[in-house]
């Protein structure tokens, strides 16, 4: 049977390789840099290409990306994260030697030499406690940053410190002297006065799973992108199929704060990444940009985890500010199960209509589906939505009668990028046909 595939053309969040391949899995993104926000004012993102092939439980990415230096001669240092810390699984801890193989970055064509890189968000008092200065806290990690970043601010070090390693703090047992929450592979590009450097990027990508690893989700977020100077250029991004991967697998494609995408029904890929100049595939997600600022959001472990993980905080109670999500890309995919519960994910709430086109009248007076309300699905038509939806304000009533109505997943804002909506609701556990639930 084909099934067609809702294009959430609504886009997202959330970057690298992450390697981690349990329930709060992996995700990939464009290099970022290893600065705050805006440290590398004269270097640009001219152009991004990304390839990704997918197979049944991972997606080989290659990407490449045109840097252009504006100013003087400088060195960026640039990274791409290998493991993301979570309660279930992680190797930050691991040697970066176990596991820098698992990519390649080439600049300008020549191999690249990368070293490991930990990343936290700072906490000061956390080093207060510790009875060090900052340049002695500095000098023990081996920190990146200029200065002492402030509260909640990214704190990039080259040394991941167990208590038991050092005796000086053997009282803590056997645990880090400071978290980190990602371990990345980071190297350094030279750049002369007004030279252009690509940057290519190729390495394997296992999908976040539940944990019968029946459904499998992929996440690329380009809010790297907008750490650099000015915005992107230019851009394609094409997802693809592998010979071992069944297209209609695809259950939910969500582009946030992106154009919109399209879906083709036979692709020559017009890219000049090695291996895929002029490769043809049966099927294909674009997305092609011109001058594109994407949409910034926290650096912090958080966005890399659009689902369980930033959305997650929410859930705990947390007030979801309307930054909180970026420009992403976001697949759901599963052989066999079709998802019909889902999550509102826009903080700002979305209108639910009597009809599925724009000017129809809300289904009630300001009526809204809530961030991370759950809605159950009835059908599509186009890129609308009918759903069901209870509004229970915060407490359970089962005797409430719900609301039905359409939802537009296609909804742009002014500059024509389609603005998050639905997501499909996440389980930890889904059962395989013939499981017993």
Known sequence: MNKAIPILILLLLP??????????????????????????????????????ELHPTYADVTAGFTFQNGGE??????????????????????????LKDELSIQVNNQEMATEGLYQGLYNPELRQEMGLSWEEFSALLQALNSKEPALGEPLYFRKYILSEDDPDYASWGNQPLYPAQMLSASWAVPFAPQESRTVTCTY???????????????????FTGATWAGSIGKGKIYIVPAEDFDWEDIRWVAGIYMPEVEELSY?????ALPGYHQKTYPRALKWYFTDFEPKPMSLGHLAFYPDVG?????????EAE????????????SSFHQPTVYTGISPSGIPLRQEPKETANLVAVKEEIKFLEQVDFLETKGNWMKVSYTDYA????????????????NEKNKDGLVLPSLLPWVDSYVPKPGENE
């Not at 993104?29 to 990304?50: F, H, K, R």
């Not at 060195?75 to 970066?96: D, K, Q, W």
């Not at 309307?322 to 995919?333: A, F, P, Q, R, V």
């Open 73 to 98: 001669e400088q060195t960026a240092i640039m990274y791409l994260p290998l493991e993301i810390g979570t309660v279930f699984v992680s190797r930050i801890a691991s040697s970066f030697e176990d």
């Open 267 to 271: 692709a020559q890929l017009d890219v």
């Open 15 to 52: 970057t690298l390789v992450i390697a981690d391949a349990g329930y709060l899995g992996s995700v990939t993104q464009n290099p970022a840099p290893v600065t705050t926000l805006g440290a590398y004012p004269d270097i640009s993102m001219e152009s991004e290409e990304v390839v990704v």
């Open 310 to 318: 930033s959305l997650g905080v929410y859930f705990m109670g947390d």
């Open 322 to 333: 309307e930054d909180y999500i970026g420009s992403l890309i976001y697949l759901y995919i």
């Open 204 to 222: 394997r990508y296992f999908y976040t799973q539940d944990y019968n690893q029946s459904t499998e989700r992929f996440a690329y977020p380009l």
């Open 394 to 409: 915060g407490e359970y009533d089962p005797d409430l009668s719900p609301f039905i109505g359409w939802v537009n997943l």
